[in-house]
């Protein structure tokens, strides 16, 4: 059965770092991955979706990138801002047509 | 071009009454999701629609919940009786044809069962 697990679970960090979200899920057979933002009281907005035969998606200031071997992805902000604070998920497409999700890691950018 | 659209975006009931929920997804998008998310968590999938088939609906708890997707655009979801456990916030999203494309989400419909 597919796990996906977002470390940290929550984050806070200064205006202007570099920062790198994490999601690694139990079985490498996945076909897409997709990561998301998610603001309080909203549904969620697609950033990227990194295709099973890439290793990374950019953009702007966004970039993720995966590793199937592994297990991995990350999702790489450079330059936050206090607009970044939000609940990032990522979501992987499974054998089956099933789509699981992270529970997210929390984001708070202090300006 | 109009995004997933979600009606109503609150809902507050009491327990035993009825409920239901509306999505209209984008235009030419054949793939209809309903998901739960609970607080803290991940969405999960409750039923996902090709067209107007319910091709997955293997974690909709059935004896309470109903969904339908008639002339294969846009979907009802509802409950019937609620309880106090299906709190949650309920989202619907999108996709072309093919269930590995990109999903897009609407804002979801938050519900409360006192």
């Known amino acids: 059965k597919q796990e996906v697990t977002q470390i940290p679970a929550a984050l806070s960090v200064p205006e202007g770092e570099n920062l790198v979200l994490n999601c690694s899920f139990t079985?490498?057979?996945?076909?897409?991955l997709q990561w998301f933002r998610q603001d309080p009281g909203k549904g969620l907005t697609s950033l990227l979706l990194?295709?099973?035969?890439?290793r990374e998606q950019t953009s702007g200031r966004l970039n993720a990138s995966l590793d199937k071997s592994s297990g991995r992805s990350t999702l790489y902000i450079a330059a936050s801002q206090p607009g970044d604070s939000a609940t990032y998920l990522c979501a992987v497409y499974t054998g089956g047509f099933k789509t699981i999700f992270g529970a997210g890691t929390r984001l708070f950018v202090k300006a | 071009e109009a995004g997933v659209v979600q009606s109503p975006r609150y809902k507050i009931i009491e327990k035993k009454q009825p409920v239901a929920f509306w999505c209209n997804p984008i235009s030419g998008h054949n793939t209809l999701y309903w998901y739960l998310q609970n607080l803290g968590q991940g969405p999960e999938l409750l039923i996902r629609y090709e067209n107007e088939e319910a091709v997955d609906d293997s974690q909709l708890p059935k004896d309470r919940f109903s969904a339908e997707r008639l002339k294969g655009v846009d979907s009802t979801l509802k409950i019937q009786p609620a309880e106090l456990g299906d709190s949650a916030v309920y989202l619907c999203?999108?996709?072309?044809?093919?269930?590995?494309?990109?999903?897009?989400f609407g804002p979801g419909t938050r519900l409360t069962v006192l």
């Open positions: 990194i295709q099973s035969s890439q």
């Open positions: 999203a999108s996709s072309m044809g093919g269930s590995y494309n990109e999903q897009f």
């Open positions: 079985d490498s057979a996945i076909y897409n």
